[in-house]
């Protein structure tokens, strides 16, 4: 599989790494339905812009749908859409081409912040490079309820090291501290 490491560096200090993957989007629709369907509960997600973060969590299962290459993920008494494919709901080819998922990263983020200045998720953005949904997976430091805990729980990150080794083929860590904490280098390198 071809994917690409970056590290983008704040001028606050914050770090992320982007692990970014291709993912067309019959994989798309998997990846998604696995994490609206099976882990509601665990995730947190929404657009992530600077000034503005969007924090949703789901009481209960929701409804998941696809059409005309949307996703549609619906709680009841609001919902949302998100562009994964192929869709013929506007005239505009240039739409057309650029509202779906064209970038998907499993991301790594170290510096200040909440969440022990620490998160990890995956992220998406479409062909204009805007950034369309941020999915938080769970947080060693922070309880179910996105509370700070005394002592971080390291299992929480089993979620995303078993999305790593899905579907980036990773080895699966024996050790979450260890794995999490591990330096990044310097420079990332470019493409694996």
């Given at each position: 599989m071809t994917r690409s490491i970056s590290i983008e560096r704040r001028s606050d200090g914050v770090a992320t790494r982007y692990t970014d993957f291709?993912?067309?989007?019959?994989?798309?629709?998997?990846?998604?339905?696995?994490?609206?369907?099976?882990?509601?509960?665990?995730?947190?997600?929404?657009?992530?812009?600077?000034?503005?973060?969007?924090?949703l969590r789901l009481e209960k299962p929701p409804a998941v749908r696809f059409q005309d290459g949307y996703l549609t993920v619906d709680a009841g008494p609001w919902h949302f859409h998100l562009c994964t494919g192929p869709h013929q709901g506007n005239r505009s080819e240039e739409l057309r081409q650029k509202r779906p998922v064209h970038r998907a990263a499993f991301f790594e983020t170290r510096g200040g912040g909440c969440g022990g200045g620490r998160s990890w998720g995956l992220?998406?953005?479409?062909?204009?490079?805007?950034?369309?949904?941020?999915?938080?997976?769970p947080n060693p430091h922070l309880d179910d309820q996105m509370r700070p805990v005394r002592e971080p729980d390291w299992s929480r990150l089993r979620l995303y090291y078993q999305l790593r080794h899905a579907w980036l083929g990773e080895p699966f860590p024996e050790d979450f501290e260890l794995a999490a904490n591990a330096p990044w280098p310097e420079s990332a390198p470019g493409s694996e």
């Open positions: 291709q993912l067309p989007p019959e994989k798309l629709r998997v990846l998604l339905e696995e994490l609206f369907r099976e882990h509601w509960r665990e995730i947190t997600f929404g657009p992530v812009l600077e000034g503005a973060v969007f924090e992220r998406f953005w479409n062909g204009f490079g805007e950034q369309m949904l941020t999915i938080f997976l």
